[in-house]
């Protein structure tokens, strides 16, 4: 097993115990998309593209009150070091239904009824906490297709490893570290959209480990902001 | 009572302001913070807060004239395109009178599929999808001219203040531009110069349509002196 962290708190790719990783996203990268955004997470490469809202195929998944969201997570076969097969794993099947899940009581669809918004997020490089960064590119994509929203999902993981509660888990950490904690959090609302929990924690450290968390999410905020910031406002102020 | 238009960029989520204020446009409240919900610019006048919004698909309204491509028909009514997420329906009752019958008439011989067509929303609510009409003036098919396709969102801006903007493109290109309100717009110009020009002048609003002293920008663009009101330009 690789040491995780040594002496001095410094994680196995250089971080301190509270730092996340660099991240940098880029909003509308895709023309034929209503809406899209690119993230890099530290090693994570992965492209969010919106459609809609559109009409809903098939029909009878139409909501006569309101617009629906459907969401597909996929990982290229190149994204991760052996050859993944490309038909959707048990794996992708929830990631997508959770992103889904995350947000949704961001999105006001209640103005687009028997319509659909589609999110399609694609991992070209995986490294480990693809979900949260995944998350991250799709709500920025959604504000760029300009779907109403309550407010941003940012997300971020937080974890346990080498027996000390980490910020942002990477690949490596993710395998052989003791807990893994994705969440998704609406950073002006205040509110949690998405948590999981991966391995074992005390109440103590479950409770450290979501403050910890939170802290990352509205980290990634504030990127988030300033991407869209750059798409829209480059020039010249209100 | 608060007079002045403050204007502020917001993304969704962002509180606009806290207080007694009446939400609008794509803002809503959640206690007494008012919040944006699109990525725009806001603006609070009279007690009210809205945003303008800067992405966003176009949703038919009662009234508007837009731009449709037809994209296919029933023996009773034509479907169009309206660069929106809803499909317009132009029943064959308008086109041909109150006497059309689908055994008689052939609703292609008046509009085949691509055509493109200035109608109005004669009528839209959530339940149904939007209704149109070519029972007015200026309606119907559009035999000339080049379509650009702009963001919705970016139309009041094409228009200017009291058409300031169309204006200024018009006299100096003598264009003749339609526009719709979903974005679509067609140029034609008898001079093909002009015709780039009005062409170049719209995609230059749509690219940086949320900056200021756009107006004078297309003007230096187009070699009109600038300096000049909008209201000499009109006389």
């Known amino acids: ?81 052996e050859r993944k097969n490309p038909a959707p794993s048990r794996r992708e099947i929830e990631i997508s239904k959770v992103i889904k899940e995350a947000l949704q009581p961001a999105v006001i669809l209640k103005d687009f009824p028997r319509t659909v918004v589609d999110v399609f997020i694609e991992i070209l490089q995986a ?43 990477n690949d490596e950490e993710d395998k052989e570290g003791q807990a893994d904690m994705p969440v998704a959090y609406m950073p002006n609302l205040g509110k949690i959209t998405l948590m999981q929990l991966d391995g074992i924690l005390t109440p103590n450290e479950y409770k450290k480990c979501l403050e910890t968390a939170i802290g990352g999410c509205k980290q990634v905020y504030e990127i988030q902001k300033k991407a869209l910031m750059e798409k829209y406002f480059k020039n010249g102020e209100a | ?66 731009i449709g491509k037809v994209i296919g028909h029933s023996s009773l009514s034509w479907e169009f395109d309206i660069n929106s997420c809803f499909i317009g329906f132009l029943p064959a009752q308008d086109v ?27 009528n839209f609510d959530r339940s149904r999808d939007p209704l149109l009409t070519i029972q007015d003036r200026d309606l119907g098919k559009i035999e000339s001219g080049e379509l650009i396709t702009i963001a919705p969102s970016k139309v009041p801006r094409l228009i200017g203040k009291r058409g300031s903007m169309i204006q200024t493109i018009e006299m100096a290109t003598k ?30 609003v749509d690219a940086q349509a949320h900056t200021p002293n756009l107006t004078e920008r297309v003007k230096s663009m187009l070699g009109v002196e600038l300096g000049e009101n909008n209201d000499t330009i009109n006389e």
């Open chain 2, 175 to 204: 264009a003749i531009i339609t526009i719709g309100q979903n974005g679509l717009i067609v140029v034609s110009c008898e001079d093909p110069v002009g015709l780039l020009k009005a062409i170049e002048a719209v995609k230059m």
């Open chain 2, 96 to 122: 041909f009178g109150r006497d059309y019958s689908p055994t008689k008439d052939e609703l292609k011989a008046r509009l085949d599929k691509g055509d493109l067509v200035a109608v109005r929303v004669a």
């Open chain 1, 127 to 169: 490294d480990g906490g693809s979900r949260c960064a995944a998350l991250d590119a799709a709500s920025v994509a959604l504000v760029d297709a300009g779907i109403p929203m309550r407010d941003m999902v940012s997300a971020c993981a937080a974890g346990k490893v080498a027996d000390k509660i980490v910020l942002d888990v």
């Open chain 2, 1 to 66: 009572m608060m007079e002045t238009v403050k204007r502020k960029y917001v993304i969704p989520g962002d509180t606009i302001v806290t207080g007694p204020f009446r939400p609008e446009q794509n803002v809503y409240q959640d206690g007494d913070r008012i919040i944006s919900t699109s990525i725009g610019i806001s603006e609070i006048y009279e007690n009210a807060v809205r945003v303008i919004p800067l992405s966003g698909m176009y949703m038919p309204k009662t009234n508007d004239l837009i």
């Open chain 1, 1 to 81: 097993m690789t040491q995780l962290m040594n002496e001095n708190g410094i994680r196995c790719d250089g971080r301190s115990i509270d730092q996340i990783r660099n991240v940098s996203i880029k909003v509308g990268v895709l023309k034929n998309a209503d809406g899209s955004a690119y993230i890099e997470f530290g090693k994570n490469k992965i492209l969010a593209g919106v459609f809609g809202p559109r009409d809903v195929h098939p029909k009878h998944m139409a909501d006569q009150d309101s617009g629906i969201l459907r969401c597909r997570y996929h990982m290229s076969p190149f994204s991760v070091t």
